[in-house]
């Protein structure tokens, strides 16, 4: 367990320098490993816990689908296959999490508690009037982030705290990813690759608490 984390913390460590320094394999083959490591890290941690995790399937749709998607934008041209990869991932983190109980109540209020992070926030650097792939993305995501609150027990659980933030980190991360491959450079990479990894570990934290009933 604790190498899974080393591991995971190495890779991640690694692609940051990679984009400093500028070395374009290593920032590829780092890049795909970083789901795959995370994903380690949370089953190998559920296993010394002595979880038994319920309706697994769609945590491995997202594993798959999030990987997919970074091994697609490493390929030129691909960014379109990439960002419809990544979409399909969290859709499976919206069926997993509507798996575990729906309380419409909860739903909403964490809609709105998302919206409102989007429009006091986000809605200052990203220019989602007109453009039919933010507006598509922003949609998916409030969907996310209201599946994540209506999940569990009803009330603020420590699960839904984790998993929303991990929503909102993918917000900012997805958001000025496109907006990165609009103006058609990397400025802005060291901190989009940091937020998705903020957002897949607290994801995953939630995912975790979530199981263990807080």
Known sequence: MIFSYLLSLVVISVHLCSIKKEQAMLNSISKIMIIPSLFLSFFLTSSALGLTLSGVEPLLCA?????L???????KGKFKFGALSFALGHVSYIVYFLMHGFSLPDG????????????????????????????????LLLLFGSAVGASGESGFQMHKIYAFFGVVAY??????????KKRGDHNDELMVMMTYYAANLMLLLGVLFLNLGI
Do not use: C, H, N, R
């Not at 998607?69 to 390929?75: F, K, R, S, V, W």
């Open 108 to 139: 909403v209020l964490w809609a709105l508690l998302w919206f409102s992070s989007f429009f006091f926030y986000f809605s200052s650097f990203v220019p989602i009037k007109g453009d039919g792939m933010l507006i598509t993305y922003a949609i």
């Open 69 to 75: 998607g970074d091994l697609l934008m490493e390929l």
């Open 171 to 180: 917000t900012f991360s997805d958001s000025l990813l496109i907006i990165q």
């Open 63 to 67: 594993l798959l689908f999030y990987t």
